[in-house]
């Protein structure tokens, strides 16, 4: 599976932006896809993942602001971010996996293939 992320900008707080992560290969649709973040200096963190069933995870720091959801037929997922905040500015990563547990579904190094990043500034 290849992944390609895309969708970062730079945006006042407050606004929106959508990424984007589009994978290759037909079983995609199997797949478990995160989407982590890394700001300077400090390590990649979870944000949200959608399982293959469609059931939703997210970090506390984005829930209600946050939005995954994935179209199968278009192998891809998306992660709407809105109100966004100055300390949400990060490189955004997507990433997959085929067998996930709950109890991992935070946990970068569970995760199979990674996309190269899509990096978001948020303006104060």
């Known amino acids: 599976v290849q992944l390609q992320a895309c969708g970062g900008g730079l945006v006042q707080a407050g606004g929106s932006l959508r990424l984007s992560c589009a994978a290759s290969?037909?079983?995609?649709?199997?797949?478990?896809v995160g989407w982590f973040r890394q700001a300077p200096g400090r390590e990649r963190e979870f944000v949200a993942a959608?399982?293959?069933?469609?059931?939703?995870y997210y970090a506390d720091s984005v829930k209600g602001r946050f939005t995954i959801s994935r179209d199968n037929a278009k192998n891809t997922v998306y992660l709407q971010m809105n109100t966004l905040r100055p300390e949400d500015t990060a490189v955004y990563y997507c990433?997959?996996?085929?067998?996930?547990?709950?109890?991992?579904?935070?946990?970068?190094?569970?995760?199979?293939?990674w996309g190269q990043g899509t990096l978001v500034t948020v303006s104060s």
């Open positions: 959608v399982r293959s069933g469609g059931s939703t």
């Open positions: 990433a997959a996996a085929l067998r996930l547990i709950i109890s991992t579904i935070r946990v970068p190094s569970m995760y199979d293939y």
């Open positions: 290969g037909r079983t995609f649709s199997s797949y478990a």
